[in-house]
């Protein structure tokens, strides 16, 4: 089974912190993803990577960084805090074949509350 | 531009009901992928199904079957006899296919279950 792991399910920080999410995935994928879900506005891709140390930015990436150093590890940055990022975030991952659509596969999510 | 529209917020029935979810798209592709996930309570989103813009075939799986209709735009989800464990958000989501690995999600629908 695939599995991807977030290093907390809950997270409180204070406005102004740096902030690191950590994901990893455990089935050689290609592909790591990190979103947002808010409520009412469903999930928005923050950044993408499609191998080691590539990046593009998703939908909304102000406020946020990405760090690729291994295949199976895909970090979340934020520079610095603000209460507006409280929300939940989710990393996924996908085989990177090309032309060829495979389905994410999620982590469990991070709950980060901006204080 | 591409869009996913789930226009409902939030369903509840009775076990054993019948409900269906809908999902309409919007996309400038001739080919393109969509598909529903699962967020149980616990918050990791499962893969349920996906779909080419080339196969218009109804799918069904045990109690789930999906209605995809190329004329209207939509991708409908149905649970027949529907369950307590079947509570939890759906999502929609869309890929075109020069833009593979990106998912373009809807909103969710949160169905809740009653005993």
């Known amino acids: 089974d695939v599995k991807v792991t977030q290093s907390s399910r809950y997270l409180v920080k204070r406005t102004g912190e740096k902030v690191f999410l950590e994901c990893v995935q455990d089935m050689d994928h290609e592909n790591m993803f990190w979103y947002r879900q808010d409520p009412g506005l469903g999930l928005r891709l923050i950044y993408f990577?499609?191998?080691?140390?590539?990046?593009e930015k998703g939908d909304i990436p102000e406020g946020y960084s990405v760090s690729r150093e291994k295949k199976e590890r895909f970090s979340l940055i934020l520079e610095s805090a603000s209460t507006n990022q409280t929300s939940m975030y989710l990393c996924a991952s996908s085989f990177g074949q090309s032309k060829i659509l495979n389905e994410q596969f999620f982590g469990p999510g991070t709950r980060l509350t901006v204080l | 531009a591409q869009k996913v529209t789930q226009a409902q917020t939030e369903i509840s029935v009775v076990e054993k009901e019948d409900v269906t979810l809908d999902c309409v798209y919007e996309?400038?592709?001739?080919?393109?992928?969509l598909f529903w996930y699962k967020q149980p309570p616990s918050g990791e989103l499962v893969f349920l199904i996906r779909?080419?813009?080339?196969?218009?075939q109804n799918e069904i799986s045990g109690r789930y079957s999906w209605n995809f209709q190329k004329s209207t735009s939509s991708f409908n989800f149905t649970i027949t006899a529907s369950q307590v464990v079947d509570s939890a958000v759906y999502f929609c989501?869309?890929?075109?296919?020069?833009?593979?690995?990106?998912?373009?999600f809807g909103t969710g629908t949160r169905l809740q279950v009653f005993p």
């Open positions: 990577s499609y191998d080691v140390k590539m990046k």
């Open positions: 989501a869309l890929s075109e296919v020069y833009n593979t690995d990106k998912l373009i």
């Open positions: 779909r080419n813009s080339f196969d218009e």
């Open positions: 996309t400038r592709d001739t080919t393109y992928y």
